[in-house]
């Protein structure tokens, strides 16, 4: 089987390698040409784990291909998935306009029978929209050539990427045809002997059920951060409340942790592009308005706690910042709490030390010379006055407080993940300030 991925993002690029992996022939389009050079030569354009192996793998096998031209790479494909951005256009709604281009050039180009799967994140309504732009495409060239369209959400997570698609928890597919069902299944099954659904709906209800996932996920985590604060205010402590309620398995332990607000390039916008779709339908989400409102206000949180430990003067103050991706195990910054918080800090008049594991090259081309960005955490404490844990990558949880603590000219800790213990810390030596903890 053929297969086509458009867009070598971390959807794409791990699409077009897990597939390989199962033995198809998969080509990867993109139209950064920098991006295709750097993976024919094996180096990636993102960090995630396991994925350099994959891609290295079925390159030489002669399964993976990488190249900009969609128009010879379609010829002779049967399945070819979308797999480009949609950001936020200016009113918070997705911008399909990568989605429609792709859809266009597979009508000027395709030669046979294909199903066009959607797999970027779009509003219930862009399979139907991908369609008439492929017939219209198709009228143009007066070629009468079969197609079917279909959803296939991507459920997979940033720094887990490759073992979610190996192994998914479940498959969503929207179809409106048998032929692009029984294809499809084809094409899934060896990803599923776990026995995990493949689940077939509509195709409006597969696109509806990506957003709706997001969005779940996002409730819960705003949700956390509201009861923390108000654990804050009352003199509850939210770790305690947090493992209170998550043992009832309707709640379940699963992102109710309370931190400093959700980030990265799904959640921010997929609230928000579901809050329009609900407005283009005159329907208010209330629920997800408020998500939306508290995640902002969130990110803002240790900020706060920062300027009220300094009397609002931060002049002078020099702040180590753990972690800049907006979670562990990526490299991904986009909408990263960190870059909330670094901001803020540098407008104050505070001087930033970072260190992340991954996005390192990353954070140098966002704050192009405006913090100091160290080669270890260790050496991101030098001479600070404190600590800021923004994301919780797993070395940053027993480190070396010996030096730390000789390192920094004072010892406080802001910590917007809550993974140290309170008591130790203020056994250390240090002033500790946490999310929901009095
Ligand atoms: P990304 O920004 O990492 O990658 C998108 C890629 O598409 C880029 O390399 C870009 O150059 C390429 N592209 C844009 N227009 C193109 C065109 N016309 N032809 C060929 N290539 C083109 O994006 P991503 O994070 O992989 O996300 C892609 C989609 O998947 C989005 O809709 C996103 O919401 C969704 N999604 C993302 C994740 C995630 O964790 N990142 C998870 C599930 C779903």
């Not at 776990?194 to 705003?222: C, Q, R, V, W």
């Not at 939306?292 to 240790?302: A, P």
């Not at 000219?409 to 130790?424: A, S, T």
Request: hydrophobic share 40%; with cysteine.
């Amino acid at each position: 089987m053929k297969i086509v991925v458009v867009g070598t993002g971390y959807v794409g690029l791990v699409t077009g390698a897990c597939l390989a992996e199962v033995g198809t022939e998969v080509i990867c389009v993109d139209v950064n040409v920098q991006k295709i050079e750097n993976l024919k030569k094996g180096i990636l354009p993102i960090y995630e784990p396991g994925l350099d192996e994959l891609v290295e793998r079925n390159f030489k096998k002669g399964r993976l291909h990488f190249c900009t031209s969609l128009d010879d790479a379609i010829v002779g494909a049967q399945v070819v998935f979308i797999a480009v951005g949609t950001p936020p256009g200016e009113d918070g709604s997705a911008d399909l306009q990568y989605v429609l281009q792709v859809a266009d050039t597979v009508g000027k180009h395709m030669n046979g029978y294909i199903v066009v799967v959607t797999k970027s994140t779009v509003p219930v309504g862009t399979a139907g929209k991908v369609k008439e732009t492929i017939a219209k495409a198709l009228k143009e060239r007066n070629a009468d050539i079969d197609f079917d369209v279909a959803s296939n959400p991507e459920f997979l997570k940033e720094g887990a990427a490759v073992d979610d698609f190996l192994k998914p928890d479940r498959i969503v597919i929207g179809v409106e045809s048998l032929r692009a069902k029984n294809l499809l299944h084809t094409l899934y099954d060896p990803f599923v002997l776990n026995g995990h659904p493949i689940l077939f709906m509509d195709i409006p209800s597969a696109e509806m059920t990506k957003y709706a996932a997001n969005a779940m996920l996002a409730t819960k985590i705003s949700f956390m951060n509201d009861i923390a604060n108000l654990c804050e205010l009352v003199g509850a402590n939210v770790n305690e409340v947090r493992k209170g309620i998550g043992s009832d398995p309707r709640i379940g332990t699963k992102f109710i942790y309370p931190g400093i607000g959700y980030g990265g390039s799904c959640f921010p916008k997929d609230v928000k592009a579901l809050i329009k779709t609900a407005e283009q339908n005159k329907y208010n989400l209330r629920i997800l308005s408020a998500v939306d409102d508290v995640n902002n206000d969130q990110k803002k949180v240790l900020v706060r706690k920062i300027l009220k430990h300094y009397n609002n003067d931060l002049k002078g103050k020099t702040f180590s910042v753990w972690g800049l991706a907006f979670k562990p195990k990526t490299d991904d910054m986009r909408e990263a709490p960190s870059l909330t918080i670094i901001d803020e800090l540098l407008k104050a008049g505070a001087k930033v030390q970072a260190y992340d594991p991954a996005s390192m090259h990353e954070a140098k081309h966002l704050f192009n010379g405006s913090v100091s960005l160290c080669e270890d955490a260790i050496k991101a404490t030098e001479s600070a006055d404190a600590i800021i844990l923004v994301t919780e990558w797993p070395e940053f949880r027993l480190p070396d407080w010996e030096t730390i603590i000789e390192n920094m000219k004072e010892h406080v800790i802001f910590d917007g993940r809550n993974i140290y213990n309170p008591d130790e810390m203020k056994e250390k030596g240090f002033i500790y300030y946490g999310i929901g903890i009095r």
